[in-house]
């Protein structure tokens, strides 16, 4: 028998089924090994030395696989084709004794027969290059959360955390919310004339004042509105310069894992967590009748534009057949990927051009059609020729100043035969109406039918949605394709943002999270230190640069920060005009691990510490009462507890007496204490009432209540569950 070792159980049934029986195929679901779960786990002494552990929720699945890997005659390890799965399978070669320099690795990028088939034939080493980036991520993630979070709770409140993505995407949403919050708008004004021809036509079009004097011209405000409109009334309008010209709309390249979820947002209205279930779904195998377990896309996790000579070939045989071959390009279309791309995969691309959407809609939920469509269809395009119009652009002519309006009419639709559904959506302004300006010439007479003046404001910069944060992340290299939805999860997991209509909308807690972070934390919270970080870890990758190295060079710096935050933080007292009863200096508020509390400024020659007062009681002061403290004499006052309020004696700390509110004052009896003739006083505690001398603490005698007492007026035989005296 021969074991193939997977992660995702979804895919398990589609790559049994390429293998035949001779395999069996495990699948580990996710990390097996990973540093501790509680606890720090890594030798910042010892050349940042990771102690990884069998995961607590993965040990009966480490029993098993064990159990299955004894029985095997081949074990070939195939998880995902990226950092994260070369890692994975370093962990489980680990565990199964397997030496990852043998040819134990296997990958593809898509889960067809061939694909499957072919990685089987060609088995080589893991990538320990890989694996060391990944590790440098794990251990560089695990020392910023670790010593960051702490802070947090110390000094917002318990159960927060940070780390070196998720901190630095909070800051941009936080960022993007105070430009809302200080933005000022300014007013323009939209000037735009209705033309026509004196004669020949009756159509009109739309022109918009575009400059003055041969200066682009803006309008700010209804008194230059009004001169404009003044100056121009009456005068004669001319057609002063027409360009026309064919122009071309390349087809937009196929989907990486970004630019696919944002899409799917934008066009489909699915965010970022049904997106990734869907896309999961098509990847590793859906149940499609006449066909069984069969996935539909290449691997979902990529930054790569990269397609296969195979897939183009496909592409193009099919284009070829069903659209003809002025629908595809003379030269094939090739698309570079961002500098910072890893370019580990192709692009995100359907498997088989011959399973269409419709062919297998019946088979599928509804986000899983939506989606393959949209991906299916963009793959096409992808690989389809341009689409050209004719252009024009008219100036229209009154004294000095001009007027202009543009227009295109379709020659060829190219890919958007396929696309222009989706075209039509991507548009933000209005529906293009100069699609037909009349014939027009040089220096021809036109009519004004009239000018529309629109006043306008600037608006305030859009929140982020899930899709434009994920774009953002993108464009300034904060993360990998792996990482962008669980961050974004997490930063609505921790009540950091939360979603507003479809927009991300910072908490009051996200704010104080990110100011903190920044105050003290600058480089961590920087985003092109963050970005050259991404950029450190592929140069690992790449071989170029050793992980400790990189970890060390960031850990030096970030050590500093953090002592300095350490001494910040712990000088950061709020003074309080209250005394403490103790010794008689001022009390100060402290922030600790439940929150902030009063503390004695004499510190550490007194530790008095007390509860502040929760802003729901009507007050926190200590108040009077007419009862007598029974063992001093002194008036006992109520004071707040961390378990409610309490009797306490107002002579204290000479006097330590306290009180449940729900206990009963002391009743003094006719009893005479038969140790030193004081009176007994009936007292109460948890467990019922009891006689006790009233001389204590001098006499600390006690006796049960007789029972003729028992039964006198006023005493409840069954106890009251009064606090201990």
Known sequence: MKLVVIEGPGKRATIKKYLGKDYEVFAT??????????????????????????????????????????????????????REGEAISWHVANVLGLNPNDHVRIEFNEISKNAVQKAIQSPRAIDLRLVDAQQARRVLDRIVGYKLSPILCRKIQPKLSAGRVQSVTLKLVVDRERERENFKPEESWSIVATIKKLEGSTKTFKATLFSKAGKKIKISNATQKDALLTDIEGQEWHISNIKKNITHSHAPAPYITSSMQQDALNKLGMNLKRTTRAAQDLYEGVEIAGHGKTALITYIRTDSVRVSPEAMAMAKDYILSKFGKEYYPDTPNVYRSKKSAQDAHEAIRPIYIDITPESVKSSLSEDNYKLYKLVYERFLASQMSDATYDSVSVDVSVKDYIFRATGKTPVFPGYTILYQDYVAKDKDAEED??????????????????????????KPPARYTEA????????????????????????????????????????????????????????????????????????????????QQVIDTFYQDFKKEMEAAGEALRGEVEETDEICEKCGSPMVIRTGR?????????????????????????????????????????????????YGKFFACSNYPTCTYKRNMKGSAPVETDIVC????????????????????????????????????????????????????
């Open 468 to 547: 434009s944060l994920v774009k953002t992340m993108e464009e300034k290299g904060i993360g990998r394709p792996a990482t962008y939805t669980p961050t974004i999860t997490v930063l609505f997991n921790r009540k950091y943002v939360v979603s507003e209509k479809k927009f991300i909308k910072p908490t009051e807690l996200g704010f104080a999270v990110t100011d903190l972070l920044v105050s003290h934390f600058p480089d961590i919270m920087n985003i092109g230190f963050t970005a050259d970080m991404e950029s450190d870890l592929d140069k690992i990758a790449d071989g170029e640069k050793q992980w």
């Open 594 to 642: 439940y929150g902030k509390f009063l503390a004695c400024s004499n510190f550490p020659k007194c530790k008095n510490i007390k509860n502040i007062a929760d802003e729901n009681n009507a007050s926190q002061e200590v108040e009077e009462t007419d009862e007598i403290c029974p063992e001093c004499g002194h008036k006992l006052v109520i004071r707040p507890g961390k």
């Open 433 to 458: 109406d100069q699609a037909h300006i009349p014939p027009l010439s040089e220096g021809e007479i036109v009519q004004n039918k009239g000018i529309k003046a629109d006043q306008k404001f600037t």
């Open 29 to 82: 679901v996710g990390h097996v090994r990973d540093l501790p779960v509680h606890g720090f786990g890594v030798d910042v002494n010892n050349n940042y030395n990771p102690k990884y552990e069998i995961l607590p929720d993965k040990k009966e699945v480490v029993k098993s696989l064990k159990e299955t890997a004894s029985k095997a005659d081949t074990i070939l390890l195939a998880t995902d084709p990226d």
């Open 674 to 725: 038969d140790k030193c003739g004081h009176k007994m006083l009936e007292r109460t505690s948890k467990y019922g009432k009891f006689l006790a001398c009233s001389n204590y603490p001098k006499c600390k005698n006690i006796m049960s209540i007789p029972k003729d007492l028992k039964n006198s007026e006023g005493t409840d035989t069954k106890g009251d569950n009064g606090a201990q005296g």
